[in-house]
C-alpha cells in the first residue's frame, strides 16, 4: 500500500522556469491538499480539492495551479519560478473533506529555486 | 498573521522526561486539534487529536490538554524515549472550511539518552 506518493523528492529550478510536482494516492481518497514547509511557520495550505474536477484556494495560492482530472492525482505547477518559493512541498489526502478525517501525507517535495 | 501559535520552537529533554508543547488559538470556529509528528525526510503523520467538547484525551504516553475558554491546548509526551525526537506540530480545523488545517509554526523535540 503505497498511500500518498509525491514526485520528485528534490529538484532545482532556475527564476522564471516552470515545473510539475506530482502528486498520487491509492487509498481512493475524495479530498487532496498541497503544503508548503517554511521553518518556524508550519504548513501553511497552496490549494486543495474536495474530489475530481473541484479545487480551491487555501492560505497561500499564488504563483500556483493545481487541477484534479482523476481522483487519484492532483498536480501543483509553478507557474513562474520565484526564490520566494523555495520551500519543501507536502501533499496530503483524506477520505473526505467532511469530519475529523485524518490527513495522509507523503514524504515531501524538496524545491529550491536559484 | 499566524491563527495558531506554538511554543516553544525547540525543547530538549532527558530520557524519561516529561515533554510539554503549548498550542494557542483565536479563531472560535476551529472544531477540531488534531498534532502531528515528523521525522526528518518524511512527511508529517497524526499522533493524536481531540475535539473541544473534552478537556483531555490520553493515547499510551501522550495527552492533549484542552483548555476551551482560554483557547489554549498542549501535548505532553510523559516517559519520554529518544526516538519521540522529531519536530511536532499543532494544528487546528475550521469548521466552516471543510477538513482544511492551520498548523501552529513547530516544536523540534530532542531527547537525550
Known amino acids: 500500500n503505497a498511500g500518498v506518493t509525491q514526485t520528485p523528492k528534490f529538484q532545482v529550478l532556475k527564476t522564471g522556469q516552470s515545473m510539475t510536482l506530482q502528486c498520487a494516492q491509492d487509498?481512493?481518497?475524495?479530498?487532496m491538499s498541497w503544503y508548503r514547509q517554511d521553518p518556524g511557520m508550519g504548513l501553511r495550505l497552496i490549494h486543495y480539492?474536495?474530489?475530481?474536477?473541484?479545487?480551491d484556494q487555501g492560505e497561500v495560492p499564488n504563483g500556483y495551479n493545481v487541477s484534479r482530472s482523476t481522483t487519484e492525482d492532483f498536480p501543483l505547477r509553478l507557474l513562474s519560478a520565484a526564490p520566494s518559493q523555495t520551500s519543501v512541498y507536502f501533499c496530503?489526502?483524506?477520505?473526505?473533506?467532511?469530519?475529523?478525517?485524518?490527513?495522509?501525507f507523503g514524504d515531501g517535495t524538496r524545491l529550491s529555486i536559484l | 498573521q499566524q491563527q495558531v501559535k506554538q511554543s516553544p520552537q525547540s525543547l530538549i529533554v532527558q530520557k524519561g522526561g516529561i515533554s510539554i508543547i503549548n498550542c494557542a488559538y483565536e479563531?472560535?470556529?476551529?472544531?477540531?486539534f488534531p498534532w502531528y509528528q515528523q521525522f526528518p525526510g518524511k512527511g508529517p503523520a497524526l499522533l493524536i487529536a481531540?475535539?473541544?467538547?473534552?478537556s483531555e484525551k490520553k493515547e499510551g504516553r501522550f495527552t492533549i490538554s484542552f483548555n476551551k475558554s482560554a483557547k489554549q491546548f498542549s501535548l505532553h509526551i510523559m516517559d519520554s524515549q529518544p526516538g519521540d525526537s522529531a519536530t511536532y506540530f499543532c494544528?487546528?480545523?475550521?469548521?466552516?472550511?471543510?477538513?482544511?488545517?492551520?498548523f501552529g509554526g513547530g516544536t523540534r523535540l530532542m531527547v537525550k539518552p
Open positions: 496530503a489526502s483524506s477520505r473526505s473533506g467532511r469530519g475529523n478525517q485524518p490527513q495522509h
Open positions: 487509498m481512493n481518497h475524495e479530498y
Open positions: 480539492s474536495v474530489g475530481a474536477g473541484i479545487t
Open positions: 479563531n472560535t470556529a476551529f472544531d477540531y
Open positions: 481531540i475535539r473541544p467538547d473534552v
Open positions: 494544528a487546528a480545523r475550521d469548521n466552516n472550511a471543510g477538513n482544511m488545517l492551520t
